[in-house]
């Protein structure tokens, strides 16, 4: 029986490992507070949430 620490990553874990580890501790501040945690995982499922929406440009009528 394979403990958490000998299984495989998930293709998602592994994005959001490179995801996090891109940002800067700036970027990385902001999105654990989106998230409203200290936890990385919970600042990618933020991301994954919210990040398209934030990089859309945004239109005015």
């Known amino acids: 029986m394979q403990n958490e620490?000998?299984?495989e990553r998930t293709?998602?874990?592994t994005?959001?490992?490179v995801w996090w580890n891109s940002l800067t501790?700036?970027?990385r501040?902001?999105?654990?507070a989106r998230a409203g945690s200290a936890l990385p995982a919970d600042a990618w499922v933020a991301y994954k949430r919210l990040g398209?929406?934030?990089?859309?440009p945004r239109t005015i009528n």
């Open 11 to 13: 293709p998602d874990e």
């Open 5 to 7: 620490h000998d299984r």
């Open 25 to 27: 501790e700036a970027n």
């Open 52 to 56: 398209d929406v934030e990089r859309q």
């Open 29 to 32: 501040a902001a999105w654990l």
């Open 15 to 17: 994005a959001g490992m």
